[in-house]
């Protein structure tokens, strides 16, 4: 698990970690266009990268459900979009 690529917005520009190790086997190559898709639509058109993991069964254990990041990033003082 590591970085895949960065994110640039007008405040900063951040890592973009990978949730599982594996292999990158497809990029959303409309994102060059219109990188705007991330924040309107993430779980539709605004995907980035499939991954073919390497040790799902491994690290699938360690991933947070959505409910539990939300309580996570809230708890750690952050904010979060949506």
């Given at each position: 698990m590591?970085?895949?690529?960065?994110?640039e917005s007008v405040k900063a520009v951040?890592?973009?970690?990978?949730p599982v190790s594996g292999t990158i086997v497809e990029v959303n190559s409309v994102?060059?266009?219109r990188p705007?898709?991330?924040n309107e639509s993430p779980y539709g058109e605004g995907w980035m990268v499939v991954i073919a993991p390497s040790?799902?069964?491994?690290?699938?254990?360690?991933?947070l459900s959505a409910e539990e990041y939300?309580?996570?990033?809230?708890?750690s003082g952050q904010?979060?979009?949506?």
């Open positions: 590591g970085t895949f690529g960065v994110v951040s890592d973009l970690y990978a994102l060059i266009d705007e898709l991330v040790n799902l069964e491994a690290e699938l254990p360690q991933l939300r309580a996570y990033i809230e708890a904010t979060t979009v949506g």
